[in-house]
């Protein structure tokens, strides 16, 4: 029965509040713990709950941006924050953007009124003890204070990071494939690639290899000249960022001196360009990003340049000159662990039997992200405790893609916004950028309507509106 289960949530941010509502809606007694009312962060300057530290914003709503398909599936399958964010819009053109003051109230306001929902006010040193009828949800964000990230870290082995270090990722039907070539450094011969169908053959890329930019020593000479001199994102107070060599960042590296990115990651060393049958002056390397190889990731050029900083210089590399960004690079405070080692699909610590993470600390970015990270793990979890099948988001949806990055086996995890390139691709490979997202948008929401149907979900919670103090 589940009278005899109570789930302690960690956490009333955005991951810990859906969670929160997910198994309460379910009949699962839920006590939820937010310490900042006795200790704030130095990011957070309200007392409520999910406070929106960054941007008011949940970015795009429109179907063929990745982030629009994640809210649709979220709002359709009942969730808690679309609809306190439905609440509390207010007018941002094409985006979602919410009043703050409205939406961390209208939450918290339904949360401490639900019967199922204990709130308790306290900060947490440590993991909560976990047994079957009392399972843990840690939703503690990127800025989880610092005795529990110790915890955590313990538990995990040593497997949690503490900062970001985030390179750019492009879309592959962007990049001028006429002035690029594949080859791994050292490999066997060189291939150039010609048209976007050559860039989508992920069995002709091979797990190694690479595509090249190449660039002749005036142009490079240039380039690290304007990375010197970029505008960089401004440090935050709380973010007190110390970096370490392996991970730099790329304009950091050219403040050092015009070589230093040569002997970096733009080195040219064990490849030739089949163009001229000579080693380039220097590369910049592209590594894909997904199995088909729609996305690839600019290898090495982690960076806290401002997003229009980047795309201006960034579109200095041969081939990327009308690149499009699927995510910019950055390098920022974030605590997370490395999911696809220490958690299991429902998001449970391997060797931490019934404690779960949720949300950013798993390794995902955004306030979206978030919400739908708490989502399926509460869900997860709710269906284990009421005896019924798991029902897994399908991978062709923007929250199974989400989930497929937490599973997806990679040394150099780094957390990630939702992206198109989760997703399986599209099988018409020739479709143009816009109707391929609509087609694999189309796709998911097929997909996650037949998920709903065994998934049964909750109604989503209906709030007096609250109106700004």
């Known amino acids: 029965m589940t009278n005899d289960y109570c789930v302690t949530i960690v956490g009333a941010g955005l991951a810990g509040c859906e969670a929160a509502y997910q198994l309460a809606a379910r009949g699962i007694r839920v006590e939820l713990i937010e310490g900042k009312r006795v200790q704030r962060t130095p990011a957070q300057h309200l007392d409520g709950f999910c406070e929106l530290v960054c941007s008011n914003s949940m970015r795009g709503a429109a179907l063929v941006n990745a982030i629009g398909l994640l809210k649709h599936e979220l709002r359709e399958a009942g969730s808690l924050i679309l609809a306190a964010a439905d609440v509390a819009k207010v007018p941002a053109g094409g985006a979602l953007a919410v009043d703050r003051e409205v939406f961390s109230r209208v939450i918290e306001a339904y949360l401490a009124a639900h019967p199922l929902v204990t709130i308790r006010h306290e900060v947490v040193a440590s993991i909560p003890e976990a047994s079957e009828t009392r399972p ?55 291939e150039p690639v010609d048209g976007v169908e050559a860039s989508l053959d992920a069995d002709a890329l091979g797990d190694e290899a690479y595509v090249n930019c190449p660039m002749d020593q005036e142009l490079y000479e240039r380039f690290v000249a304007e990375l010197a001199g970029a505008r960089q994102v401004e440090e935050r107070p709380f973010e007190k960022i110390r970096y370490f060599e392996g991970c730099l ?50 290898v090495g050029f982690q960076t806290r340049m401002p997003h229009p900083e980047q795309a201006r210089i960034f579109k200095m590399i041969p081939g990327l000159e009308d690149a499009e960004f699927l995510r910019f690079g950055t390098i920022h405070r974030n605590t997370f662990v490395h999911a696809p080692e220490v958690l299991d699909e429902t998001m449970q610590l391997k060797n931490a039997p019934n404690v779960y993470l949720a949300g950013q600390i798993t390794g995902v970015e955004g306030y979206v992200e978030s919400a739908a990270g708490g989502f399926v793990c509460a869900m997860l979890l709710a269906q284990k405790i009421l ?40 099988p018409n490979r020739r479709l143009k ?37």
């Open 136 to 190: 843990v949800i840690v939703a503690t964000g990127p800025l989880t204070g610092d005795a529990l990230a110790a915890d955590i870290e313990r538990m995990t082995g040593g497997r949690l990071a503490y900062y970001d270090a985030i390179a750019p990722i492009i879309a592959a039907d962007s990049i001028d494939w006429s002035r690029v070539f594949k080859q791994s450094r050292w490999g066997k011969g060189a």
């Open 249 to 298: 960042p790329v304009e950091v590296m050219a403040e050092r001196g015009v070589q230093t990115l040569s002997f970096g990651p733009m080195k040219p060393v064990g490849l030739t360009d089949p163009r001229t049958g000579r080693r380039p002056y220097a590369v910049v390397q592209l590594r894909p990003e997904d199995v088909a190889a729609t996305a690839y990731n600019l």
């Open 387 to 426: 005896g019924e099948p798991l029902t897994m988001p399908p991978d062709t949806t923007a929250m199974g893609g989400l989930m497929g990055h937490l599973r997806k086996s990679n040394p150099d995890y780094q957390p990630s916004n939702v992206t198109w390139a989760m997703m399986p691709p599209h």
């Open 433 to 469: 950028k816009r109707d391929r997202y609509a087609a694999l948008s189309e796709v998911a929401l097929a997909a996650a309507a037949a998920w709903r149907v065994v998934l049964k979900p909750v109604p989503p919670p209906s709030f007096d509106v609250v109106q700004p103090a």
